[in-house]
């Protein structure tokens, strides 16, 4: 079975610090991974995905990720926080056969900034 | 108007009213999906719908019940409710299942 777990459902930082969410997943086979943002009061957005090309993934509001195999890694980071990085963020994998595929998401991580 | 889009923004209803959600999509995607999302627990994928086919029932029970008569509509009806269906019910599409999903921005459901 493949999954995703995101480690700390809440992370606080100050405004300019490193921002670091973490994600594990497992997986059979090569996957492909994402991070999704969702601001108060809205849908799901994209931030980046990894899709077995280069493994360290760049996205938007400067978030980047890397996929670690080895690891079964695909942290989120971002090398200094705004005060509009404040948001809950979610990890999901791809799972299923050819053409029937579907995402399944972490838990969220919320993470709040601090003045 | 662009991007997926859900209504209503919000909706209280009794357990035993019927009502629908509705979800628009204007990207030409193939697939279109509902999700619910509940306080504390991961987004639960209910339906995929791939070129109006239902691909995907991942076990919803059957007072919720979905329609999609193209592939730019999507529907959800509702009957029978119970409070713990109460959650944010999401809206997604893609052009392929392992394209980047485009969300609408939910209905806020309030079982009453």
């Known amino acids: 079975a493949q999954s995703v777990t995101q480690l700390g459902s809440h992370v606080s930082v100050s405004e300019g610090a490193l921002v670091l969410l973490r994600c594990n997943y497992s997986s059979s086979v090569p996957p492909y991974l994402f991070w999704y943002v969702q601001y108060p009061n809205q849908g799901l957005q994209l931030l980046l995905k990894y899709t077995s090309a280069a493994t360290l993934v760049k996205g938007i509001n400067g978030f980047e990720a890397e996929f670690k195999k080895s690891e079964t890694s695909f942290h989120l980071t971002k090398p200094s926080a705004h005060m509009s990085d404040a948001a809950e963020y979610f990890c999901?994998?791809?799972?299923?056969?050819?053409?029937?595929?579907?995402?399944?998401f972490g838990q969220g991580t919320r993470l709040t900034i601090n003045p | 108007e662009t991007g997926v889009t859900q209504t209503p923004r919000h909706l209280v209803m009794g357990m035993t009213n019927k009502k629908s959600l509705k979800c628009e999509q204007h990207?030409?995607?193939?697939?279109m999906y509902w999700y619910k999302q509940s306080a504390k627990k991961p987004l639960e994928l209910m339906f995929v719908?791939?070129?109006?086919?239902?691909?995907e029932n991942n076990s919803v029970p059957s007072r919720f019940s979905p329609e999609c008569p193209n592939s730019s509509h999507l529907f959800l009806h509702l009957h029978t409710l119970q409070p713990e269906d109460s959650a944010l019910y999401l809206c997604?599409?893609?052009?392929?299942?392992?394209?980047?999903?485009?969300f609408g921005p939910g209905t806020r459901l309030t079982v009453l």
């Open positions: 999901a994998v791809s799972v299923g056969p050819q053409g029937a595929q579907k995402l399944v």
């Open positions: 990207l030409g995607h193939n697939a």
């Open positions: 997604a599409s893609s052009q392929d299942f392992l394209d980047t999903q485009y």
């Open positions: 719908y791939n070129f109006k086919e239902q691909t």
